[in-house]
Each structure stands twice: as C-alpha cells, then as structure tokens.
C-alpha cells in the first residue's frame, strides 16, 4: 500500500518544538516522565506484592526445640512477656481470669460477628490485628476500639518474624503500628508474634526477635490455651480445647480471619456463657494485669498518624490501581471471545453464501472501467503494476496513471510500456487524495477502480472486483489484498495479518454492513458514489477509510469481493512498517472522529454511523488499546500470582488467536505453512503495534502536526507479475 | 384520466399491473446506464485545461491544531501531574522507610513511691 505525502508540510513557525535546545530539554522531561510513571507502577507492584503474600494461619512451626537461650523465667513463666526492663519478666493472668485474643484480623466478613457477639455477652478481648488487614477494613479497626476492645499488632504482612533479616522485621512491626495510627489514631504496645504459641513453645530462633520487641518497647503476648479454631474442627472441639483447666486464668487463642470461622462464631457464643457460669471474669490482655502495662492503646504520635495514613492511601491507591487493571483486562477478555465467536459464525457463514453454486451478483458487468493509479516516485514498480492492470481480462479496460509531480522517471515508466490502453496525466504535487479526486474526475467510465503503483492484480482481479456493481444499491467494491513480499519474519507476521484482517473481518464486517475500510491497493467505486460522498478528502491520513465511511453514509453499500485479488508490497523494514502503521492508525481515528455526527444523524447516514462506528471504534481502536494489558498482566501473574492458572490463561489466548488464524487461512485457500511464526509474532510484532496505537492515540490527542515520507521500495512484489 | 374507463392502458401505467396481452416495456431496472462517448471529443489531457475542484483544500486536518494551543496546555498539565506523582512516591517512601521504625510511646516514668509490683513498666 502506498503511504506517500508528496511534499513535506511547511514547518509550523509558531513552534518552538524546531528549536534544538527545546528538543532536548522536551526529550529530558519526557523521559523523566516515564521514570515517574514506571516507579508508581513499581511501587504498585512492591505494595500488592507485599501485602498480598499469603499465609497459613496455622499455630506453630516448630523447627527447632532446643531453647537453651530463653531464660528461665520466660520458658516457665506467663504468656504475657515484658522484656523492656534489664530484667526479663512475665506474667501470667489470676485465676478465673481470660483473655480472648483474636489474631489475623479484621476480615470484613468474619470480624462483624464475633463483634456481635462479644457485644450480646458483654465481654471485652483483645484483638491482634494484621496491618495491611488494618490499612484494607479501617472501619472494622475502628469499631474494635470503638465497643471497648483492644488492639495488639500482629505485623503487617503475617511473615515468620524469625525467617525476615533485621530490616524487613523493624518494617513489619513498624507499619502495623502506623496502619493502627492512621485509622484508629491509637498506637499499640502489645504484640504477638505470628505462628507463636505458648511460651514454652519459644526457642532459641524466635527469642531474639521477642528481645528485640522488647527493647523497642513492646509486651510480647503469648498464649495459655490454644483454641485450635484454625484447623476447623467443629464448634465442639473448639469450646473443649479453648476452656481453660480448673480455675486457672488463661489468655485464649482464637482467629477472626484467614478463612472460614464460622465455627469460632458458634463456638465463642457457647463458650462464654459456660465459662461465665463457672465464675470466670472476661477482660481484654491489660485490663488482667491492673496497672502493671498501662494502657494497651494510649493515643498515637501525629507523625506516626500521618506516615500511617501515608501508608493505607498507598495501599488503596495500589489496590485501585490494580482492580482497574483486572476490569479492563476482563472487558478485553471478553470482548475477545465475543469477537472470536462472532468472528467465526460470521465469517463461516458469510464464505458458504457467496460460494455456493446460486450465488450471483445479478447479471454480468461487462461496463467498461477507469483504473486510476496514483504515483509519486513510484518508477522500479509502476510498470509491473499498470502492465498487469492494463492487460485485465474485462472488456474496455481504460488505465489512468496520475503522476503526483514525482521526481524520478515514473511517468517515462509507464509511457515506455507503449500500451494502447494507459494515460499518464502529471498533475502538480497534492498529495493522493487530491492525486485520486484528478483521476475519478479524468475517467471516462462510470466504473472507477483505484488501485496503488506497488500492487499487481491477476489477470481477471479487475473483472472479478465489478461484478457486485449489478446490484444497484452498491456504492463501493473492496478486494482482498495480499502481500506479495513474503520474504522474511515482517513479510510473514504481515502476510497473516492481511489474511486475518482482510479476509476475517472484512467478511464480518461485510455481513454486518459496516466495511471500515476499502483498501487503496485495490478497490472499486462508482463515480456517483464518490460524488455523493463529496471526493476524496485531504483532512485525514486514512484517506480511503474516510471514503468509505463518506460512501456508505451517503446510502450505498459497501460490500468486500474477496475473488479479485492483489498483491501489494508491504514494508520491508521495521521503520517502513511502523510509519505506515502509524498512518493507518492515526488516519482510522481521524476518519472515525470525522464521520461521529453519523452517531446522531437521520436517514442513511445514521443508519451506518448506529451499526457501524460504535463496531469499529470498539474493536477497530479501543480492544487493540486493551490489548497490551493481557500480556502485562501474563507477567505479572506468572512472577506474583498463580503461575499455572496465568500460563494457562495466556496459552488460551494463543489458542483461540491459531485457530482464528487457521480459519483465516482455510476460507482464503492460504498454505497454512507461515502459521508456524504465529507464537514469535506474540512476542514482537505484537508489542510494535501497541507503541504504534499508542503513539497515535497520543498525538490525536495533543494536535501534533505529522510530516510524511515516502515508503522505499524495492520491487520485490513484483516479481509475481506475469 | 378517463373516468369510468374499464380497458387498461397498453404502454402501462407505473405502479397498475398490465393485464391481457399487451406488449409491456420493461420498466429499467437500477441506475441508468451511460454509454460510451459517441463522436470525437478530445481527449480529456489535451482538452482545455479546466480547474478542476480540490476538495477540501481549507478544512485543516482532523486532530491538527495548528495553534499549538492545546498540546502546550496539555504538556504543562501532564509536568505537572508527572511532578505531583513524583512527589507523592518520595512522601510515600520517604515516610515508610525513612524516621525509624515506629514504637509505641514510651512508658510514663514509674513514680519513685511506688511499690514494687505495682508498676513495672
């Protein structure tokens, strides 16, 4: 196809953007820019990373037994461990004494409840909170102190304190405590490791970690009596093993979170009036020892408030951020199959219909036709291109080159093939729209065909590509283009391309009555039509998008006549590819944002813009947008989340894409042999094309100006022509 | 119009049905054919040259603005954003990995009569 602008526009005066310092301190700012943006994406990783790494909320890990380290008075002494004095001390509670301690908490679904009921039997308990739990249900931390409960850290992320080096601990302990302050404007001196248990449980790994809570003025809160609630094991066993022996006080291990605790509700309902029968008094970890800790929550430093709440906006924006990302990838993910679905039925059923041996366009057309070639330095390949137009097998062929003011020898090209049947016009530079409007404008039949200087078509393509003119409703013919240079990865990933988007969709599109897009390379109007539609217009890139949609909201149809074939030569080099992608993307938002009066119009021309614009904006501009998510989000899962589960997400993508492609392949008679570079193509060609879409989108959106070159050719395609 | 005429006319009325065995012309069907140009016009290059209409010529391109206007406001408001971002990820490191790590207050000093036991901390 041909991307050609004949002259480059002038540069805009105003601009201070031609200026080389300006460029560079733009390109500084740029990229500082993209810094900024990727250390928040970073950083929104670090945060989901970090908060969301699972745990088991089992009791005990036990690794090592030997406690040769722990003092004595610790190992035999109370759950309640102060180490802040020179002297180790710990306490144990008095006798008909418990404290009921919640540890992995808040969760928004089971914390409510047993609120509830330690509200219906007023009774106090401790609670030992997870800071990202914290910082994700603030109302939940909030209610716990608000009905009279207390609040103990239980780290930020529920880690094995032993397992962490020194940093990541003081971290842990530190942001548990600021995700306290932030919502409940508390701070905390009780502390519970995770996985600990009692304190004859604590060895020699876990005890400097306690020494160091200690110091940092922390009382550690062990256990007496393990519920075990967390293995579920019935609401039964759970009141047996979480009632203290005799008389003795105890401080209860329960769990309101990290699962179902559904029996810990019913089982805590059961167990406090029982207890309460036999004289035990129910009191939170401090309110037990009288004065001896002071209070568990006084009020929280105003700096540690708003690191605090520094912490949990980071973690809900984090959250937002990454919630947004999953709802847009599954509105791609579905709007992928919807399209796969539609897609297939359509394209199927479309193919049938038009092979079947009683389908015809109506009589013959055997009207004499215009092929109008527009050229601007087009001199290795215009004569391979106007020699296979020229010798057409269709009655009264005419062939119009029209020589955009090129500078080399184009229209001596075509003039030295002496055939009776071509004219060459040079025209001043214009550009090709303008180049075409000369053209249909010069013609001297009613049936214009356009095609570009790099194509070649067989020998019956133009015949073929008229025939749907004996239907008098149609306005406009596309064919179905191919790629000629088929040499190398581009050649290929671009052949399947073509294939897929040519011949799939056009077919979809075609059934639905809604053709974006009547290629340049080949294509077939009736001058009327084009009149009607008010020429060729010089506004937009995409000049043969913006025909069409002009064509079919001026009442014609456009339909997609897939035996007239060409053969076109594709970009052979990576920049070549990206400036004609950019031309097509670019041009196709142009065209679509042109024509969105048709969304609102009457007659004809809302009829196509209701059925066709909001189609091809969707999956024509914003699905392709999408697109990119699915293989961010691939990476993110294969290194952070379920890698299985993203693996076979990913290879279900791919499968649904071969089997589209094979399709593809088989409704346009392809070898199916190029397929094989289909996965290769996910890797790269795939990615170009986002940056492609996004650099468009872009500058649609800040009004750049855009300067055109002329794609280099090399006359590869054109050794087909026969 | 012939009141009371029961005979159809034989050339066919557009829109009444022939009936019987008139000859009936084809109403023709789609859009009027145009031949080929009988006699000898010049050909359209040599013929006078004539202006033909650019169309569109004065409509700026879509998206185009040649002003410059809305991508200098659009470039100071992303600087702007990407300068708020920036600031916002210091505070949020900043806070969280700089000052220490955060305790709990320090404990009120024991009074000096108090018994043993009774305050600890």
Known sequence: MTVYRSAPPPADPESSGALPVVRRRRRTFRALLVLVVLAVLATVVVVEVYTDAGFTPDGTTQQEASHGRVPAAVHDGGPVIDLSGPRPRSYRLPDRTVALTFDDGPDPKWTPPILDVLARHRVPATFFVVGSQVARNPELARRIVREGHELGAHTFTHPDLADLPRWRRDLENSQVQLAIAATTGRSTILTRPPYSSFPDALTDRDYPTVQELGRQGYVTVLDDVDSEDWRRPGADAIVRSATPRGDAGAIVLLHDAGGDRAQTVTALDRLIPQLQERGYRFTTVTGALGDRLGPANPPAAATQVWRGRTLVWTIRASDAVLWLFWALLIAAGALIVVRTLILFLFAWRHARRRRAPAWTWGSPVTEPVTIVVPAYNEEKTIGAAVRSLALSAHPGVEVLVVDDASTDRTAEAVEGLGLGNVRVVRVPPGGKATALNTGTALARNDIVVMVDADTVVDTDSVHRLVQPFADPAVGAVAGNVKVGNRRGLLGIWQHIEYVIGFNLDRRLYDTLGCIPTIPGALGAFRREAVRNAGGLAVDTLAEDTDLTIAIQRAGWRVVFEEDARAYTEAPATLPQLWRQRYRWSYGTMQALWKHRRALVERGPSGRFGRRGLPFITLFGVLLPLLAPLIDLMAVYGFFFLDRRLTLVGWLAIMIVQVLTAVLAFRLDRERLWPLWTLPLQQIVYRQLMYAVLLHSALTAVTGRRLRWQKMRRTGVALSRAG | ?121
Not at chain 2, 52 to 78: I, K, M, N
Not at chain 2, 93 to 99: A, E, I, K, P, V
């Open chain 2, 1 to 121: 119009m012939r009141a009371g005429a029961m005979s159809l006319s034989v050339d066919g009325m557009p829109g009444e049905r022939n009936v019987g065995r008139a000859r009936v012309r084809r109403l023709p069907r789609g859009r009027a054919r145009v031949g080929r140009p009988v006699g000898k016009a010049p050909l359209p290059e040599r013929a006078a040259t004539s202006i033909l209409p650019a169309a569109g010529a004065e409509t700026p391109p879509v998206f185009v603005d040649p002003s410059g206007v809305r991508r200098r406001r659009l470039r100071l408001a992303v600087y702007a954003l990407g300068l708020v971002l920036a600031a916002v990820l210091a505070a949020v490191w900043l806070s969280q990995l700089g000052g220490g790590p955060a305790a709990p207050p320090k404990p009120t000093p024991c009074p000096a009569a108090s018994s043993a036991g009774g305050c600890v901390r």
